[in-house]
């Protein structure tokens, strides 16, 4: 069997693994394949597998690579998320690449999101709020006592999609109270799912809640 192949069942393996002794009391876990600097020709091997869900960190790399991928590919129905920070001046292009955008996390984007969802009246987007969890300096995401405010602004005033939250825990840290700290908050505001968990620890946020995790070089391989 192809590497890739036998890597991906593996992982769909360990994520029911993981899922036995949850008992049904958050959703089913959902496997979103980073393909971030891996080619056409790479991704289209899990997408003849069946796959659906893909993610990317960039909008432009995005837009070189899944307009295609989607245009042959209609019938899988692919759902395509930005996992990446997202530049205002980007917004609009992101919109008609990605159906789901995963790191809103300030106002100006949210903004942005809104405005041009009101100018298309027909399109619909799903969101997740990134939040900073480990409040570093250096990376992107609405400071964790800020973001209730901000995710009842985003729905209720806004108007937007918001299915869930994401993080990305620190480096070098345990991540285990960073996810429980995430899925408290998304159960404080009803909130399904829980964008946690990555090719290192993807096992650890399944069992303390996430619904969608991000892997990556577990699947198609380390990047050049």
Known sequence: MNK????????LKQIRFCERNLDGKYCETKLIAVSKQFPKETIQILINQGH??????KVQEA??????????NPENKIE?????PLQSNKANLALDIFDVIQTVDREKIALKLNKYLEERANTKKN?????????????SG???NLAQQFFKWCSNDLKLNIMGLMCIPPFGEPPEPFFIRLRKLCDQLNLKHASMGMS???ESAIEHGATFIRVGTRIFGKRS
């Open 4 to 11: 890739i192949l036998s890597n991906y069942h593996e992982i």
């Open 142 to 144: 609405i400071e964790e």
């Open 63 to 72: 837009q070189s690579k899944w307009i295609d991928l989607k245009r042959e």
């Open 127 to 139: 969101f997740f709020i990134q939040v900073n969890i480990g409040d570093e300096k250096q990376k």
């Open 52 to 57: 659906k869900i893909f993610g990317e960190n």
């Open 80 to 84: 395509l998320h930005l996992i990446g």
């Open 200 to 202: 290192n620890d993807f």
